[in-house]
């Protein structure tokens, strides 16, 4: 058992105000990938604390990384604490300075006194270059032991460490054989889908291991399978394919592959195009379907509706349909999915219309409420639930239960 | 300065399953009861790793919060670890047992075993009761420092620490005055924004800290005070104030207000509405506004016009322009901004195209540029600028840049 200790380091989380994400999916990742994450450990930007945190994990784990405290301000002061840690004199890497001029011309601006000084890096370290930002990452070996030192910008930490860190810890511990294989479902519960799958789930063999990884975009039933066999992909493999005859329908990919990029996938595979109009949803759909790189092959794009005058002015919904039935009605919704399928000519078109809270609701249209419709050339099909968590929660819910009911019509399940 | 240590127990957190977001709540009220939060530490579910962390935690701290492993199953073993530590024995409490009992009992359920053992608490500790769940905390005092065990289910704990455990705390340590003010900026990166405040930043009295928290939304400025004055909120609005020679134009808020807040404020307070063309956004400005709740009085809806014949189509940009110019140039974007602006008959528009990546540049127009214009019924403005870090970054940066493009010309600065 290969054991990490992450030490995340900046006052900012030791007061409350943000609160430490990186943790989780930096602890995340190692343990998909065998290692045992020990402690975690958050601390101040103080030189001393950073000393005794240091001293201790290296008491107790193999592998230490810390986050934070790399930036090109004042309050910045990992770089010089772990120096004094390895008793190291300070160099000036060229190709961090490099980096760091490129990066900043990238951006049309002159590398000040300040962004020169990320340029300065320990001695003993081995430098791995950050092409995303400015701060390098510092890599101490001692005695059989790592020290990582990344910078805490959630985005170029997690690059750096899929992309750098990752492999090279890899390559130099060897650890326990995992295999992880993610079965993305949306649409039902997670409740109600560990009623359906128990008797598939207390029949699996007993080095396969499942998790439940609920969220509002899709439950993630994660299968994983310990042992020194060669056949544990193949295992899975098995078992993913029996599960299918419980939740084949709502089963819309694998690994992490979320809706909007299934929904990608499958209208590129037909050559088909869609749009979306959205009023509770108020843009998510259409930012979760334009976050898919490529996705202009098939998105059109989407006429954010809020307004009741939008509705009626863009998507050519009849204003006596709004006054006669309400925004949040099935035949408004499927006027709407309708009308955008027309303006901008495309094959497929989801609409959205609904009470996102906390404000709005009626007895007969409580907060949670939502129409749904999608529609195709030859069709429009209409549904509603109401669920009621918390606006922003409710407007993830809506976007992708959009999404899944789109996947059933262009499937036809 | 009373010092704390917070201990959060549980596998959970170390596989990276949950974000550890019970400590960062803590973290916040001690710290704006003057206590100051010294370490956060995370650890698993084992009995010498808890001894372990308390014994360190005693040395550093006068406070020791646990949260977590006291519930009624094998693998909570806080209890049975931290009457080790006390080397104490246990005993049933009469009154816990009662709660325990009428708890359930509520719930439509009768105690069990395994509940009954709930009630068991050490002899050394001060029991304070939980009327909203099984787990009682365990409160010890040792040599003038304390000890105080928390159940992890959130609402719990919470109502816990702001009903009993703060006044307990309060009362039993003098603490300093600490206050902390944070300034909200877009527009300028946080090297410049850390040249241009540089002499303001070394002026600053010695009781305040500046700290600096950046994101694709904001890079936060926090300005802390630290004292037994009564006029440090005084003091920090005096600083803040001089702050807004140096970068008052950029400053859009204070204390976690973000864009699509402030800029909802601004247009309420003006009687104003507004509307957004989206292309390289791909509907993030809209999800952005309308995730504000009541943003409906305001926000009346958004085009995203992804594809060109949309551009056409819905915003009535011609498609000669296009061809032309070119999607991303000044000329197609302040056509968007004005034809969103008729189109929803709104006081206000922002519109955005450029190339969000990582495919789609060109040697003219690279990733990462884009085209930004915001237009009021008697002008439009239009600006660009090339920054390309990732996609999703690209995209959130340009969000955001849009928002405060607009509040400029809202504010005519």
């Known amino acids: 058992m290969v054991k990490v200790e992450i030490i995340t380091i900046g006052d900012e989380i030791l007061i409350g105000q943000i609160v430490d994400t990186n943790s989780a999916w930096i602890a995340q990742q190692l343990n998909l990938n065998g290692f045992h994450v020990e402690q975690i450990t958050s601390i101040s930007d103080t030189k001393e604390h950073i000393l005794e945190a240091l001293k201790l994990a290296e008491s107790r784990v193999e592998i230490i990384i810390t ?42 601006r002159e590398i000040g006194e300040q962004n020169k000084l990320q340029a300065l890096v320990p001695e003993k370290c081995t430098v791995i270059r950050n092409h995303i930002g400015t701060a390098p990452v510092m890599w101490f070996d001692k005695n059989d032991k790592v020290f990582v030192s990344l910078p805490g910008v959630p985005f170029e930490m997690k690059e750096l460490i899929s992309s750098k860190i990752l492999p090279k810890l890899k390559a130099k511990f060897s650890t326990p054989h995992i295999i992880h294989k993610t079965v993305m479902t949306n649409g039902l519960p997670e409740s109600i889908l560990a009623d359906k799958i128990h008797d598939w789930e207390i029949a699996l063999p007993k080095n396969l291991k499942l998790a439940y990884l609920p969220s509002p975009e899709a439950v993630r039933l994660r299968v994983s399978a310990y042992g020194q066999e060669n056949n544990l992909e193949e295992l899975v493999d098995i078992e993913i394919k029996k599960l299918h005859q419980y939740i084949g329908k709502y089963i819309f990919a694998y690994d ?28 998510l759909i259409a930012q979760l379907l334009t976050s898919v790189s490529g996705s202009s092959e098939y998105y059109k794009g989407s006429i954010v509706a809020y307004a009741n005058e939008a509705k009626a002015n863009l998507l050519d919904v009849p204003m006596s349909l709004i006054d006669k039935h309400g925004a949040v009605s099935k035949q408004v919704v499927e006027a709407m999915a309708m009308g955008v399928l027309k303006k901008l000519n495309v094959d497929y078109a989801v609409a959205t219309s609904g009470v996102a809270g906390p404000n709005g609701g009626t007895p007969d249209k409580p907060v949670g409420t939502v129409w749904f419709a999608v529609a195709s050339k030859d069709k429009v099909v209409s549904r509603t639930y ?28």
Chains 1, 2 share one sequence.
């Open 386 to 413: 109401t669920i009621n968590i918390k606006r922003e929660v409710n407007m993830r819910l809506a976007a992708n239960s959009a999404l899944q009911f789109l996947r059933f019509l262009i499937l036809d399940l």
């Open 67 to 108: 986050t934070g405290g790399l930036g090109p301000t004042a309050d910045d002061i990992t770089k010089p604490a772990i120096a004094e840690y390895f008793n190291s004199k300070m160099r000036i890497d060229e190709g961090v300075l490099a980096d760091v001029t490129g990066y900043l011309k990238q951006k049309g």
């Open 256 to 283: 992490d592959v979320y809706l909007n990029e299934a929904i990608g996938l499958l209208l590129k595979e037909k050559a088909a195009s869609m749009a979306t109009a959205e009023s509770c949803t108020g843009g």
